[in-house]
DNA sequence: TAAAAAATTTAGACTAACCTAAAAATATAT
DNA sequence: ATATATTTTTAGGTTAGTCTAAATTTTTTA
């Protein structure tokens, strides 16, 4: 059987909020996550449940079963390659991607996603840094880290975000900071935790905590 | 405003069937097309006429208004694109695209068309030779023979089909023909219609009335 | 041109996905 | 440990798009 638009959406976010340890996902994040009311949430999970897609009892959270975690991660697949699509092809900013991606992870056929696969090379991350899961469904996130956690003289090279806000990606760019940007930490102020970083060996600039939260960057 | 999916659907249907000289649609007919129930046509209709999408008076058949045409045009303009970068790009057949293309269609976003039918090259015609509405929604339909108009000892140039069947265009890829073939008339049965064709200077071959009345060809 | 046939519309219902308001269950705090 | 606050569910409704069956209008035919 097929699942709809919206049933994927609650599928997705399920994942997303349940994250790598499948944590139990509450009511009213999801309400949250679907700009719904939690009764709409709760009509929709008795629904997910009855077709095997999630594992719920009443008051208790959810988390996905195989079955719905299967559904997610392609429906992620898809997301992540037209976003690539996207950028790479039609050349929209990595800031733009995002709603429209939205829409065409919904387009159902296999081969079509596996044809879009082969004509972007199989690509590995999306324009954010975030890993494609493969036609089989493994998804494997790498454990990158998050700036906060790197120490003043390291170099670390740029590979993510957290943070999908277009305001946030558009902040990125205007500092000049980009995925496979060299990130060397000068210097970190005691009492904002702000850091100076410097930029490719170029020019160095102030960080707020709240932006370096929300880069992830990997050693060496 | 927005329109729904199901109402892009209503408009495009009534374009084609209006034909070029905006002719009077029937419920039936399109009840036919939408696969639904004329009593759900009929509902539709009515909210379409409201929303100024459609001339309508009761028992009368619809027609489209003009800014329903408008409307209808730019979801034409978006198959066809995605149909050429569904052949062009993916690397389907074109006996395969249709589907997908129909879900395509009403992804909302005009940025995403125009840059898109950038990356294509701007082309002028689909991969079924159907012509591509220009962004400011003109769409010229090239005034092509059928087959069966054309006599004996005629050489003319494939231009497109008016069947979109799968089942139709791959017994044209079986026969050798294409958009672009060169076709000469050899023989004409006087009992069924059926002609005799040659392909490109090569094979030739016999085309039932069928088949030749949904070939598309232009005299050179 | 009246009767029969066909096409269309109306009436009343259904499902998916949402809503508000109220009730029930769980969590928190004194 | 009980009262209060929070979260979640239930109950009952709404809208878009569909349906069937019945009523109405238009068209065809004799």
Redo the contacts between chains.
Sequence with gaps: MQNSFTEENYLKIIHALSGRDGVEVSTNALAESTSTRAASVTDMLRKLADKGLIHYKKYQGVTLTDSGEKVAIKVIRKHRLWEVF?VE????GWDEVH??AE??EH???EV?VE??DA?LGHPKFDPHGDPIPDAKGNLTEPDYLILTDVHVGEKVLMMGVLDHAPSFLQHLDRSGITLGSVLEVREINEYDKSASVQINGGPTLFISLEVSKNLLVQRR
């Excluded at 092809?89 to 929209?92: E, I």
């Design positions: 996207l092809k039609l050349g929209f709603d429209i829409e065409l387009i159902p056929s079509l044809k879009l004509f």
